[in-house]
């Protein structure tokens, strides 16, 4: 199986802990940026098997209660990464991140059709 995207990953993890009814870490995790990646180091469970590592960016402004769920959302991604063959998550990183800049245009453009801003 080919290593998932991430924002395949993302989604697929906000909907898991939605399932999971953990409602305050999946709007944490909606904040958070993904990368979902292949080491290509082995694992040396399975032949040829090779570790992924997701890296999860967390905004500053809610790094602290990131930090306090942490235990559950670490324990949560292994759950939904699924083991085969070929990948098997080993590691999930938690690093302070910035928002992207297509996110923060997007946000200002909102607030601006909301008039909550304007130009001059």
Known sequence: MAVLENDVFKQTFIE?????EQFQIAELMKTCDF???DTGNFTYVIWNQTGIEIDIRVPLSIM????EKWDSI??????VYPRDEDHALRKVIKELGHQHPVKVFQKVVQLLLEG????T
């Open 64 to 67: 602290k209660q990131v930090d």
């Open 16 to 20: 898991y802990l939605e399932y999971k």
């Open 116 to 119: 909550r801003y304007t130009i």
């Open 74 to 79: 670490d324990k949560m991604c292994y759950e």
């Open 35 to 37: 990368t979902v990646t």
